[in-house]
Each structure stands twice: as C-alpha cells, then as structure tokens.
C-alpha cells in the first residue's frame, strides 16, 4: 500500500508559478508509474500529467503542455510538479497518484493523495 501526501499549493496571481510536491511511503516508489490529477469546482477530475518509473517517459495534457513539467526524485520517494505561467483555469485541487505496473496512463491509477488546492487569480 503506498501513502501519498501532496504539498506546495496556494494562491498566486496569474503568470506566477509554484511547485507541487508528493512525498511517498509504504511501497517502493521508483516501481510505480506516477500522475498529477486535478479536479476544479463543478468539473470532472482531468488528467495532467504523468511519467513513467524512472523519469524516462512523459505525458501531459494539451492544456498544460510547455507550462508544467512532471519530474520525479526516487532517492527521495517525492514526485514534483513545476507549474508555469499559471492561468486563473489553472485552479483546482491538484492529486498526485501511483499506479501498479511498468506502463504510464492518463486514467488508470491504483493510490491517491488527498489533494492541495491551487488558487490562480486574475
């Protein structure tokens, strides 16, 4: 069973930029696939972005392509989030999750973090 715990949210203006983090525990972090998941108010959760075991595959969505980069330390057990240039759309509860397997995915994740909000203002 792997524990995730996501930190690094909070209110920035639009065009800042912040840095999610997502300390892992109880399993061995550099075998999972990992993912950034978001869900805005009154929206489905939307996949984010998503990299593979040990960093050498990833995935966003076109959203956020060329603004946010997923990157991930396995001597840490923490998995990041960079976010650039940030829009007020932008605003959600951020999750990060952790799938079984060797093959990264856009929706099919095995443990979940409990979520930091991101606020983006105008």
């Known amino acids: 069973q792997v524990q995730l715990v996501e930190s690094g949210g909070g209110l920035v203006q639009a065009g800042d930029s912040l840095r999610l983090s997502c300390a892992a525990s109880?399993?061995?972090?550099?075998?999972?696939?990992m993912g950034w998941f978001r869900q805005a108010p009154g929206k489905e959760r939307e996949f984010v972005a998503t990299?593979?075991?040990?960093?050498?595959?990833?995935m966003y969505a076109n959203s956020v392509k060329g603004r946010f980069t997923i990157s991930r330390d396995n001597a840490k057990n923490t998995l990041y989030l960079q976010m650039n240039s940030l829009k007020p759309e932008d605003t959600a509860v951020y999750y990060c999750?952790?799938?079984?397997?060797?093959?990264?995915?856009?929706?099919?994740?095995?443990?979940w973090g409990q979520g930091t909000q991101v606020t983006v203002s105008s």
């Open positions: 990299i593979s075991a040990i960093g050498e595959t990833r």
């Open positions: 999750a952790a799938r079984r397997g060797s093959i990264v995915s856009t929706v099919s994740y095995d443990f």
């Open positions: 109880g399993g061995t972090f550099s075998a999972y696939p």
